[in-house]
């Protein structure tokens, strides 16, 4: 069973900067893409990034030129850089997988998810 861990959340001020990793561990071999999700208090979980093992990437349109996402196979591990950081970035950031083919957004796609990671972005 994959088991996925997320890491490198914490306080930081606007315009600064995070880098999150997603650890997994367990049975890998059929899955393809990881993402990054996010949930802030009262809102639904959106899509932030996704990654192929190809390293075929997807973001949404309000992370575009300031997150990017990358992986390390040979560490089984995602990353996801965040520049620019905003207060409207403040959210629970989850990673997550999917098996299917096609880079997707669309958080009902995805199972394994990890536990999450707090992302404050405030001044």
């Known amino acids: 069973q994959l088991q996925l861990v997320e890491s490198g959340g914490g306080l930081v001020q606007p315009g600064g900067s995070l880098r999150l990793s997603c650890a997994a561990s367990?049975?890998?071999?059929?899955?393809?893409?990881i993402g990054w999700f996010r949930q802030a208090p009262g809102k639904e979980r959106e899509g932030v990034s996704c990654i192929s093992r190809l390293g075929n990437t997807k973001s949404a349109d309000s992370v575009k030129g300031r997150f990017t996402i990358s992986r390390d196979n040979a560490k089984n591990t995602v990353y996801l850089q965040m520049n620019s950081l905003k207060p409207e970035d403040t959210a629970v950031y989850y990673c997550?997988?999917?098996?299917?083919?096609?880079?997707?957004?669309?958080?009902?796609?995805?199972?394994?998810w990890g536990p999450g990671t707090q992302v404050t972005v405030s001044s």
């Open positions: 367990g049975f890998i071999r059929n899955y393809y893409q």
């Open positions: 997550a997988a999917y098996a299917g083919l096609g880079l997707s957004l669309r958080p009902t796609d995805y199972g394994s």
